[in-house]
T-cell receptor, first 113, second 114 residues
């Protein structure tokens, strides 16, 4: 099955700086890569996703890049704000055979004021 | 439009007791999922239902059973609870199988087994 590894496990950044989280996956057939944000005690919420037919996608201060050859994808948050403090999860799935998401272990991001 | 609703929000059980966690979605989604979340391990898939009438095992199915009662509802049952099943359980749904649509999560059930 799919194995998703996520790094780093914790990340502390100064407000206004950028944050980058990286994930690698094992199944070359994976073609969908969502990112979820989970605030303390809350549900995971989708913040951005990318499909294998594109290499980069942006939504305001958030961007995701995908390198299918190297089997890795990254989340970039620019101009970080205190409300960006949360746990971020990457995930991957292969929609051809099933609809299961395999999640990374998560990155705890702390934005220092 | 409530999205995905889970009940109960909190529960404490004794070892050996049984319990059913309920999940309902009002988005007319075809696929539904049960995950457990443990510290440092992300979200792990227990069971899923790609469409009404079908269920399949995920990554960690042992000790659990599921029922896809209808298109809206997908329940998770612990027949004989064990302390290792202490976790936060999330239900999720997505619209159309095979097209990689986003999964939407409920608020979770925090389950402690003594």
């Amino acid at each position: 099955g799919e194995n998703v590894e996520q790094h780093p496990s914790t990340l502390s950044v100064q407000e206004g700086d950028s944050a980058v989280i990286k994930c690698t996956y094992s199944d070359s057939a994976s073609n969908y890569f969502p990112w979820y944000k989970q605030e303390l005690g809350k549900r995971p919420q989708l913040i951005i996703d990318i499909r294998s037919n594109v290499g980069e996608k942006k939504d305001q201060r958030i961007a995701v890049t995908l390198n299918k050859t190297a089997k890795h994808f990254s989340l970039h948050i620019t101009e970080t704000q205190p409300e960006d403090s949360a746990v971020y999860f990457c995930a991957a799935s292969n929609g051809l055979n099933d609809y299961k998401l395999s999640f990374g272990a998560g990155t705890t991001v702390t934005v220092r004021a | 439009n409530a999205g995905v609703t889970q009940t109960p929000k909190f529960q404490v059980l004794k070892t050996g007791q049984s319990m059913t966690l309920q999940c309902a979605q009002d988005m007319n989604h075809n696929s539904m999922y049960w995950y457990r979340q443990d510290p440092g391990m992300g979200l792990r898939l227990i069971y899923y239902s790609a469409s009404e009438g079908t269920t399949d095992k995920g990554e960690v199915p042992n000790g659990y059973n599921v029922s896809r009662l209808n298109k809206r509802e997908f329940s998770l049952r612990l027949e004989s609870a064990a302390p290792s099943q202490t976790s936060v359980y999330f239900c999720a749904s997505s619209s159309q199988p095979g097209t990689n649509q986003p999964q939407h999560f409920g608020d979770g059930t925090r389950l402690s087994i003594l």
